[in-house]
C-alpha cells in the first residue's frame, strides 16, 4: 500500500503573541524559537542569529541560565529571563543497576512520571526514551499497555529527556567532556513508554533538536523510532524524521498478531510490510528492526522462524529477538534459552543477523515491557508509607 507523503515543512508551533507567563525555550524548533523570540521583542533582522546564539548555549554547552550566557548584552539577557525559562523534567529518582543500566523516574507537567533508561555498552551507550504517558494501544504481552494513554508528551519533555541524561552523566563540554571522545550517550531509542508514531510531530520535534548539527549532534543513524506498526506514519517518518526503524513484529500470522499487536486488526502484516518496503535507506548497513518478543508456546515454533524468514524476504532486516520479561500478572512465559537459540540458528541460516537482546538492568525493572510496574511499584510503597503514617498518628 502507499501512503501519499505530506508536504515536509517547518512547524510553527509558538504564536506571534507569546502566551502570559515565561515561556519554556527548550522543545521549540529553530523556527519556533525564532517566532517566540520576536513575539517578545526581539528586532526580526536580529532573530535568527539570536536563535543561533540561544541554540547553542542550551543544546552545545548545557547552560540554563540566561546569565551565562555571555556573548548576549546584559539587557537582552534579562530581557529574556523575563519572558523565558529553560526548564527540564525533574528528576524524582535515579536507580543504577548492577550492570551499570540506569533509570531515571522523571516528573513531568501535571504531575506524571515517565521512565527514562540508560544502556551503556562497549563503545556507546543507548538511551531509551519515552514519547506518551502510559498507551492507547493494548499489547497484550505489554505492561505499558495495561496503562491508559494518560497524555502525549510534549517535545520538551521528550528532548528533556535526553539533557537530564546528559546532565547526570556529566557529558556536556562545560561539565569536560572533550568533545571528540566516544559519547557516553551515543544513540537515543525511542522504545520506552507509547507509541511514538500516535505522537508524531513532538517526537519529530525533539530528534529534529537531537539531530541538530550545532547542539547534541547525534547522527539520525543513531536515533532508533520503534512502533508497533502505525503504517501512515513510517512514510513521513522517513521524510521528516529520517532516523532508523525497528518495528515490534512479534507473530507470523495475522491470527497471532491481532492477539499480541491488536493494532494489526487495522493495519495487517502484508500492509505492514509493503510500508517496511519503501522505507527508503541511506547506505545498506541500514536495515530495518524487526523487533521479536519470545513467548513460550505462542510465537517461537521453528515454523514461526521459518515463515518470519519468508515475509521478510527482500528487506535489509535484522532480527532482534527479546526474550519476554515477565510481569506480575502477565499471561505470558519467557521461551526457553534453547527453543530461543534454535530460532535464531534458523534466522541466521538465512542469512540474518538474529541477535538475542540480553535483558538489561532488570534488578531495576528498567528491561524492556516492565517500565510501568516500578512506577506503580514506587506509588503503591508511596501509598504505603502514608497509610503506615496515618496508622501511627491514630
Ligand atoms: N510502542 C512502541 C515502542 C515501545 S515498546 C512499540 O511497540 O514498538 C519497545 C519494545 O519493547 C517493543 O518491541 C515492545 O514490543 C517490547 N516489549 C513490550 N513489552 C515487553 C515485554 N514484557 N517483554 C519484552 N519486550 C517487550
Ligand atoms: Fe504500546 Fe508499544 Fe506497549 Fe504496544 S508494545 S502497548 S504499542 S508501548
Known sequence: MSVSAPITQDVHTIPRKLPEGPVNLVGMTRPAMRDALIAAGTPE???????????????????????????LSKTYRADLKEKFVIELPEVVTR?????????????????????????????????????????TLTC?????????????????????????ARDD?????????????????????????????????????????????????LSRRRITLSTSGVVP???RTADEIGCQLAVSFHATTDEVRDTLVPINKRWNIETLLAALRAYPRGRNSERITFEYVMLHGVNDSDED??????????????????????????????????????????IYKAGYASPIRTPRGEDIMAACGQLKSATERARKSRKQIAQEAGLAGQ
Open 140 to 164: 497484550s504481552f505489554c505492561h505499558t499497555g495495561t496503562q491508559k494513554l494518560v497524555r502525549n508528551l510534549t517535545a520538551a519533555e521528550i528532548i528533556g529527556q535526553v539533557m537530564v
Open 305 to 346: 522462524a521459518r515463515r518470519l524468514v519468508e515475509l521478510i524476504g527482500g528487506i535489509p532486516a535484522k532480527i532482534n529477538l527479546i526474550p519476554f520479561n515477565e510481569w506480575p500478572g502477565a499471561p505470558y512465559k519467557r521461551s526457553s534459552n534453547n527453543r530461543i537459540r534454535a530460532f535464531a540458528d534458523i
Open 95 to 135: 536507580q543504577v543497576s548492577d550492570d551499570g543500566t540506569r533509570k531515571y523516574l522523571v516528573r513531568i507537567a501535571g504531575g506524571h512520571e515517565v521512565e527514562v533508561v540508560y544502556i551503556p555498552e562497549e563503545g556507546r551507550g543507548t538511551l531509551c526514551v519515552s514519547s506518551q504517558v502510559g498507551c
Open 169 to 217: 552523566l556529566g557529558e556536556w563540554p562545560e561539565q569536560g567532556a572533550p568533545k571528540n571522545e566516544t559519547r557516553l550517550l551515543s544513540n537515543i531509542v525511542l522504545m520506552g513508554m507509547g507509541e511514538p508514531l500516535y505522537n508524531f510531530e513532538n517526537v519529530r520535534d525533539a530528534m529534529k533538536i537531537a539531530m541538530d548539527e550545532e547542539g547534541i549532534q
Open 233 to 235: 506514519e513510517i512514510e
Open 45 to 71: 533582522k536580529q532573530a535568527k542569529m539570536r536563535v543561533g546564539q540561544i541554540w547553542q548555549w542550551i543544546y552545545q554547552w548545557g547552560v540554563r541560565d540566561f546569565d551565562a550566557m555571555t556573548n
